[in-house]
């Protein structure tokens, strides 16, 4: 069943894509217009109580990019929180730093790439005919950078 997304997390998601940040603007170059490989995101997207800062809805990918307020312990135990709700429905969430991002080449494209190939090597048919497979990630998935 999808979750509800109140009007005011829409609102929120709109003012974060006017005010992207320096990393957020570098990443989206690369990813608009299904330019990665064909993928096609999206970016601030309201998922639930949370906004996912890309998103690509076939993969079922989330790519989170991370700055110094995530170097926080509350705000570490906040995204642990966030990223089990959203393996819990079925997403990958990928964390990558801010710093990579901007200075790291094409680093993050290819740990983008090598999330989709782990997603799509995971996502196996169901024995259930009626059912067209899905990505469960097990426990402690979906983390490629610090914890």
């Not at 290819?110 to 024995?127: L, N, Q, W």
Request: with cysteine.
């Amino acid at each position: 069943m999808p979750t509800r997304v109140s009007k005011s997390k829409t609102a929120f998601a709109r003012r974060l894509r006017r005010e992207m940040t320096n990393a957020e603007e570098i990443l989206w170059r690369s990813l608009r217009g299904s330019a990665l490989d064909g993928l096609k995101f999206r970016r601030q997207v309201p998922i639930g109580n949370y906004v996912a800062d890309f998103l690509c809805v076939e993969q079922r990918l989330i790519v989170e990019l991370d700055g110094r307020p995530h170097e926080d312990e509350a705000r570490r135990r906040h995204d642990a929180i966030r990223d089990r709700w959203l393996r819990d429905r079925g997403y990958f969430v990928l964390r990558l730093d801010n710093d990579l991002v901007i200075g790291g080449g094409n680093i993050p494209l290819e740990r983008i790439r090598e999330a989709v190939k782990a997603i799509s090597e995971r996502r196996e048919p169901s024995s259930d005919p009626a059912s067209r497979g899905h990505l469960l990630p097990q426990a402690g998935e979906g983390r490629t950078s610090r914890s």
